[in-house]
């Protein structure tokens, strides 16, 4: 984990370095402190999905951005092959389906605990979504409406 939070952390800081953004500035934008972004940045610490979400919303870039390997990609994701990832903290599995993110679409599967949610406080982003329940029950909040999806079900949004 220590090698996947140094090329995370490397990542964070080379492209708040490109947009031009001091670590100071930046810890504020994203509501944490210099120190701890600092500990991220060299892979020291490794950020929440709350805290990865916020830092990819503020370089504007999706999440997986960080997570992705720089090796070219192939079309084909086999299933032993795909990138999982897990935060500290969180109920939440990501396995990226897509080869990468450099595209408009992103296939993501997320398995989620139960009884546990995605995140504390929504954070919109660009884009559309769409869930399809695979197994259990889920209830998802969209705006002020709330929806309870069973297995099959599925729902589209704008994000």
């Known amino acids: 984990m220590m090698v996947e939070n140094e090329r995370m952390g490397n990542r964070i800081r080379k ?40 830092i990819s919303k503020a370089l504007n870039v999706p999440i997986f951005y960080f997570l992705i390997d720089d090796k070219k990609q192939s079309a084909i994701v086999r299933k032993n092959e795909r990138r999982v990832l897990q935060f500290p903290k969180s109920h939440l ?5 897509s080869p ?4 408009q679409i992103e296939m993501i599967r997320t398995r989620i605990e139960l009884g546990a949610s995605t995140c504390s406080k929504p954070l919109p982003h660009e884009g559309e979504e769409c869930t399809l329940v695979i197994e259990g029950k889920m209830k998802i909040q969209i705006g002020d409406e709330c929806f309870t999806l069973e297995e099959g079900d599925s729902i589209y949004y704008i994000a």
């Not at 031009?20 to 929440?48: D, H």
């Not at 599995?93 to 389906?97: D, F, G, I, Q």
């Not at 990468?100 to 595209?103: E, M």
């Open 93 to 97: 599995t990501y396995e990226l389906l």
């Open 15 to 54: 492209l708040r370095i490109s947009k031009g953004m001091n670590l100071t500035a930046f810890a504020k934008k994203i509501g944490k402190t210099p120190s701890y972004l600092s500990q991220v940045e060299r892979g020291m610490a490794s950020p929440s999905i709350m805290a990865l979400r916020e």
């Open 100 to 103: 990468d993110v450099s595209h």
